[in-house]
């Protein structure tokens, strides 16, 4: 038994038995429950730095041999440690936080018991060692983020949670599938640093299925539609590791697949092409929507996936530079690390906002700058991390996505894409201003008048976050030349292309120039959008990927909400005050609508390819659903639906059916053409 | 009294079996009278002479295929059996709601994972003779598909998805396919079922028609069988 | 020489302790449920009994791979495949006969 062994099976252990622990002896503690699950995040945080800071630097690899699943293997590198160490620091400061804010809540001994076995999993991925164990502790952990975000038990909870599952689920097979072709080429499961065998096509195709697999949990456009719903249902400390941790699962994932199979020194510069532009998107698409949100936690998570954007864009970049693309790499990994700090901060501060207030909607708040002191300067260090401001740890890892984005070449889709960047830069700058000046600065409304700073626990939680935005912003060289430098060695970087990246200069001329372009257009963006309203601008439903989504896996959603969904937004819907008083105002009544209007969309198009008896009494039902939207009666038509809802889900059943016998076939083609490639 | 009677009584049975395996030959023995009298046939010309590697499937399927005839002819009776005892489930009007609402984890990763499976389930079928795996084990495992269905989604739902009328056919489907295959060898002018007078090509697709007859027959007949006995608890 | 007999066909041993539950439950139990399930288990023992005949020292499954020589024989293994599959059918029906005597006992008490 040697000791790397029983410390990182400590590291993974603690957390899950502290959830049994919790969950079936935690109650009898009465009041001194709340903290014990912080007691054993704290362990875990203890334990692992020690793995941290008092690790040889080397690889190590640790196999069970005495057990019966002989397969699993956890490893200790540079890399893997970092991750569980930043995952370790985070959860803590949000299980501290969590302490205070979960107190109202009811329920809490199943938020503290999922939180704990989330943190197991999560580490689990970070210290695997190989592609089986990954995928282990990959389902594990998007299984027991489900719980969190169901946790308010809300229609918007539970909506958002049955599209997190399909996408994971889906995600989870595409993983499979690509480990089971990866295993196909290298022999094993362990992960390499490129692979020889296979041809190109078929290594492309492995990618692309771990890629999805991986970027479904990462959040990366078109993936990314169940983030920005169920980030903002979670409680506050949730959807704080949601976004800081769990998402990095991800980008992790990705990352290692990358380099397992194409390897670092080479450069693939197809592969590079898509990711580049994937992440660009995503940046893209991800920002402009995040600018149009009302609520805060929303407009976070948009953020949350444009800054993953970065961060595949820095992937991109370092496949497609091959031997040169360190730089790029390391920058990806460095705003790993920033924004599971800066992302953290933030929903934790809007978490105490909306622990002293009750509000998410920022056009709601204002002036509460006197009232909460401490948590707005948070706010704004967070702020300045996440726009790239200088001092600031975000602008050390965006200027070096920056670098190795004009590295890649001049002129053409190069300069499209720096352009690009920029712009992005400027949204997110612009995007922070407004978060700030809605909720901190302005008038105060009258009932805030009272409010006061947040208790102690929650700035407990978020101030050692803050304090570390701030030193990896003013000492980024040491913290690169003592972490990012093994790291990337491990991943498989030789030493001559570490040498031109052994010191990283953030401050040249064009670093600067491009700042100040993008602070200019930061705050242009937020004078014209305050001027001219912009931020109100609303497109139609057709627009987003989500639509055509959910048209897609419209049967899925029936046929598992059965009993709870339709009578529940029909009778007991959170629209129906709104409804009530005769006018169809506020955002919850124009939800309501438009999953009416999304409902009855969905139905038309059933009855158009339905070879059904009843195809009259449909197509009556629907013409009155439709008379009844024009007119607004909707609390009349709730129980009206309601009543008849049987009716209506029989048809949509033998649908379903058809749809499953449609991916029957499909899989089953899809499964010759693979055998045939494989084989 | 009765208790020490029959505990006298299994220890009785017991030293007899006791003595049976006392006189077995020693397992695994390659001397063994049962790895040298017929087996070395199989294992050495079973792939050549009827074209399958899995010599299991390549047994039920060419050597005994008599025997697996008889079987599909059991399961077969015994479904004619129960439905004239207690006969078919009905289709209910409406949905009646469930005892207990399994929660929406469970059913979103059935949903979704359901087209896998029947997927799994045709590939370990028409697998049967290159790999392991084979008619009886799709057919089971689509089997257990359907009744996954109805204890998530309900009976009444299962009852909709896959009614009488639609699975009536396949349970009969098997044991008349074994007698056209077995008609079909007299005129050709061999024994009752001797696969062996056709053409390769022409034997590899009875087979492979055999798996997947074979799996579905099985199959669907258990799920009859199931529905037979939930409709009892329904009433 | 009788010990390491017994010890090398433990799986035979087994084999006959699942027999005595099974039977134990079919001959002296009342209850017809356990009764059925009490075949079950002789059932799974005669199965156990007949792979264990089959097994043979380091064979592979019946499965013909090239290079390979040793394999276990197949044909215990066809043939418990075939029971296993007659063996749910005569449960069901057992099970079936069983709901219909219980339907005849309740209406004859009415």
């Known amino acids: 038994m040697d000791f790397h062994l029983i410390l990182t099976s400590l590291i993974i252990a603690i957390p899950f038995l502290g959830a049994g622990i919790t969950y079936w002896f935690g109650h009898k503690l009465k009041t001194a429950w709340d903290y014990l699950p912080f007691l054993f995040s704290l362990t875990t945080l203890i334990l692992t730095s020690i793995l941290f800071f008092g690790g040889s630097g080397g690889h190590v690899i640790i196999k069970y041999p005495f057990l019966p699943f002989s397969k699993v293997e956890l490893s200790i590198n540079s890399l893997n440690v970092l991750l569980a160490f930043l995952t370790a620091l985070v959860w803590t400061a949000a299980m501290l936080f969590s302490v205070s804010y979960m107190k109202k809540s009811v329920k809490r001994r199943r938020f503290y018991v999922f939180m704990l076995l989330a943190f197991s999993a999560n580490l689990g991925v970070f210290l695997a060692g190989n592609f089986l164990t990954l995928f282990i502790f990959f389902e594990l952990l998007g299984l027991s983020a489900y719980p969190l975000i169901v946790h308010n038990e809300s229609i918007e909870a539970f909506e958002a949670g049955t599209k997190y599952l399909i996408m994971v689920f889906l995600g989870d097979l595409a993983l499979l599938l690509g480990i089971l072709f990866y295993y196909k080429i290298a022999g094993s499961v362990a992960f390499a640093t490129g692979l020889s065998g296979g041809s190109d096509y078929f290594k492309v195709i492995t990618f692309a299925l771990m890629g999805i697999g991986f970027g479904v949990k990462a959040g990366v456009v078109p993936l990314h539609i169940w983030l920005p719903d169920a980030h903002p249902v979670s409680p506050s400390p949730a959807s704080a590791l949601l976004s800081g941790i769990m998402i990095k699962a991800g980008a992790y994932g990705i990352i290692r697949s990358l380099f397992s199979i194409f390897g670092p020194e080479i450069r693939s510069i197809d592969v590079g092409f898509v990711v580049i532009w994937v992440g660009v998107v995503t940046m893209f698409v991800a920002v402009f929507m995040a600018l149009l949100q009302e609520n805060a936690k929303k407009m976070l998570a948009y953020h949350s996936i444009s800054q993953m954007g970065y961060i595949v864009l820095g992937i991109g970049c370092a496949i497609y530079l091959g031997g040169k693309g360190a730089l790029a790499i390391g920058g990806s990994l460095y705003h790993i690390v920033n924004h599971a700090l800066f992302k953290t901060s933030l929903f934790l501060t809007v978490g105490a906002v909306f622990y002293r207030t009750g509000e998410f909607n920022m056009y709601k708040l204002g002036g509460l700058l006197k009232k909460m002191p401490i948590i707005a300067f948070c706010t704004i260090i967070a702020s300045l991390g996440i726009s790239g401001i200088p001092l600031f740890n975000g602008y050390v890892s965006k200027t070096l996505i920056h670098q190795a984005v004009t590295h890649l070449g001049h002129g053409g889709w190069v300069s499209l894409a720096e352009i690009l960047f920029l712009i992005i830069s400027g949204g997110t700058i612009a995007s922070f201003i407004k978060l700030f000046a809605l909720i901190f600065l302005g008038k105060l409304p009258e009932k805030y008048e009272s409010v006061k700073d947040a208790p102690p626990f929650m700035i407990a939680g978020i101030l050692p976050l803050t304090a570390l935005v701030i030193i990896l912003g003013i000492l980024p060289n040491r913290f690169w030349g003592t972490f990012m430098i093994p790291l990337l060695k491990n991943l498989g970087y030789k030493t001559l292309s570490l040498n031109s990246v052994s010191i990283i200069n953030i401050l040249t001329g064009h670093d600067i120039q491009s700042l100040i372009i993008s602070l200019f257009v930061g705050i242009l963006i937020f004078a014209m959008g305050t001027k001219y309203d912009l931020f109100h601008m609303r497109f139609p439903c057709w627009f987003g990927v989500n639509y055509w989504f959910e048209q897609l896996t419209m049967g899925l959603y029936f046929l598992t909400h059965r009993e709870v969904h339709l009578p529940e937004i029909m009778v007991a819907g959170p629209g129906t005050e709104a409804v009530k008083e005769g006018s169809i105002s506020g955002i919850y009544a124009r939800t309501e609508v438009h999953r009416l209007s999304f409902f009855v969309i969905s139905l038309k198009r059933r009855i158009k390819y339905s070879y059904l008896k009843s195809k009259a009494v449909l197509t009556e039902k629907i013409n009155y659903i439709i008379g009844k939207l024009r007119k607004g009666f909707l609390a009349k038509l709730y129980q009206d639906l309601s009543a008849s809802k049987t009716g209506i889900e029989f048809e949509l059943y033998v649908q379903d059916l058809n749809f499953g016998m449609f991916l029957v076939l499909f899989l089953l083609v899809i499964c010759f053409i693979s055998f045939r490639l494989i084989g | ?235 | 020489m009788m010990i390491t007999r017994v010890f090398s066909n433990l799986i035979y041993v087994a084999s006959m302790i699942l027999f005595l539950i099974g039977f134990y439950a079919v001959a002296l139990r009342p209850n017809l449920i356990k009764k059925i399930i009490g075949i079950n288990i002789m059932e799974t023992s005669i199965f156990l009994f007949l792979i264990g005949i089959g097994n043979r020292k380091g064979g592979a499954a019946p499965l013909i791979v090239d290079g390979v020589k040793n394999y276990v024989n197949p044909l215990p293994q066809a043939v418990v495949l075939m029971a296993l599959v007659v063996g749910v059918g005569t449960t069901a029906l057992a099970l079936i006969l069983a709901v219909k005597l219980f339907e005849r006992e309740e209406e004859e008490q009415l």
Do not use: H, W
């Open chain 2, 1 to 235: 009294m009765r208790k020490l009677g029959s505990f006298l009584f299994l220890t009785l049975i017991g030293l007899f079996l006791l003595l049976t395996v006392l006189e077995m030959p020693i397992m695994g023995d390659p001397a063994n009278p049962s790895n040298t009298v017929t087996t070395p046939r199989y294992i050495s010309e079973g792939a050549r002479e009827t074209n399958c590697k899995n010599l299991v499937s390549a047994i039920m399927l060419n050597y005994r295929s008599y025997d697996t005839m008889g079987e599909m002819v059991a399961i077969f009776t015994v479904l004619a059996a129960a439905l004239a005892i207690l006969g078919r489930e009905k289709a209910k009007r409406g949905l009646s709601p469930l005892k207990v609402e399994p929660s929406p984890l469970i059913k979103i990763t059935m949903v979704i994972y359901i087209p896998f499976f029947i997927v799994f389930a045709c590939y370990v079928a028409i697998n049967g003779c290159y790999s392991v795996g084979g008619g009886f084990q799709g057919g089971v495992i689509l089997a257990s598909v359907i009744i996954i269905f109805a204890l998530i989604f309900g009976f009444d739902e299962a009852v909709k998805k896959f009614p009488a009328s639609k699975r009536v056919f396949f349970e009969g489907l098997a044991v008349l396919y074994f007698m056209l295959l077995g008609l079909m060898s007299l005129f050709v002018g061999g024994n009752f079922l001797n696969l062996n007078l056709f053409g390769s090509p022409v034997r590899k697709l009875f087979t492979l028609g055999l798996e997947i007859g074979i799996g579905l027959t099985s199959g669907i007949t258990i799920a009859s069988l199931f529905y037979i006995l939930k409709k009892v608890e329904r009433e």
